[in-house]
């Protein structure tokens, strides 16, 4: 079945370590993107990538890094700057206006962080 | 820059009752407005996208509408029911950027 993957579902952590967030999709979309996921609050954009090998930082991009070397993968990497990492991640894809799309985006399941 | 606003927060109603849930931004320059719906813990499932030249869509019981002038789209859901029970969420898509801009969402409550 075509979709995105994200793993892992739930990850604990210590302060003070990186962690990496996976996100796999098999939809042939171009575009990808990280939205972290607060109680009370809207989705914020962490990264986004319309191609491989280059990606934009969104309005949260402290404290987080990702990479884009193959279409279908987008790690994301929570480091120890971020002052704040535990929240609920999730990772997006779509076919861009650019490219003919709509623009529509399709979700993954989503990483729950903690850091202890 | 866009402001998205979902009001009420929450919702209960009974069940088979029609509902609307509204959705307003502050810029009309959009590309698209799409719904979700979130169940606990889980992703975002895309219901309905509406592109900017369109005024609604409609898939099985649901509907949603656009009014760009008025910075304002509706989720129209009919009969509802208990597996309704997620919140929802709105988000558009402006023209000059490559990334949507969310709501907080109305948590929808459906009592059997």
């Known amino acids: 079945d075509g979709g995105i993957t994200q793993s892992p579902k739930y990850l604990f952590r210590k302060e003070g370590q990186n962690v990496t967030l996976s996100c796999e999709q098999n939809?042939?979309?171009?575009?990808m993107y990280w939205y972290r996921q607060d109680p009370g609050q809207g989705l914020r954009l962490i990264y986004y990538?319309?191609?491989?090998?280059?990606?934009q930082k969104g309005d949260i991009a402290e404290g987080y890094s990702v990479s884009r070397e193959k279409k279908e993968s987008f790690p994301l990497t929570v480091t120890s700057a971020q002052k704040n990492p535990t929240a609920f991640y999730l990772c997006?894809?779509?076919?861009?206006?650019?490219?003919?799309?709509?623009?529509?985006?399709?979700f993954g399941e989503g990483s729950r962080l903690t850091v202890l | 820059k866009q402001e998205v606003t979902q009001i009420p927060a929450a919702l209960s109603v009974p069940e088979g009752e029609n509902l609307v849930l509204n959705c307003s931004f502050t810029?009309?320059?959009?590309?698209?407005l799409q719904w979700f719906r979130q169940d606990p813990g889980k992703g975002l499932t895309s219901l309905l996208l509406?592109?900017?030249?369109?005024r609604e869509q409609t898939s099985g019981r649901l509907n949603a509408s656009l009014d760009k002038s008025s910075g304002r789209s509706t989720l129209y859901i009919a009969a509802s029911q208990p597996g309704d029970s997620a919140t929802y969420l709105c988000?558009?898509?402006?023209?000059?950027?490559?990334?949507?801009?969310f709501g907080t969402g109305t948590r929808l409550t459906i009592i059997p």
């Open positions: 997006a894809s779509s076919v861009t206006k650019g490219q003919g799309g709509t623009g529509e985006l399709f």
């Open positions: 939809l042939n979309h171009d575009a």
């Open positions: 990538s319309q191609i491989v090998n280059d990606f």
């Open positions: 810029d009309s320059a959009i590309y698209n």
């Open positions: 509406i592109q900017s030249s369109q």
């Open positions: 988000a558009v898509f402006n023209f000059g950027n490559e990334k949507l801009t």
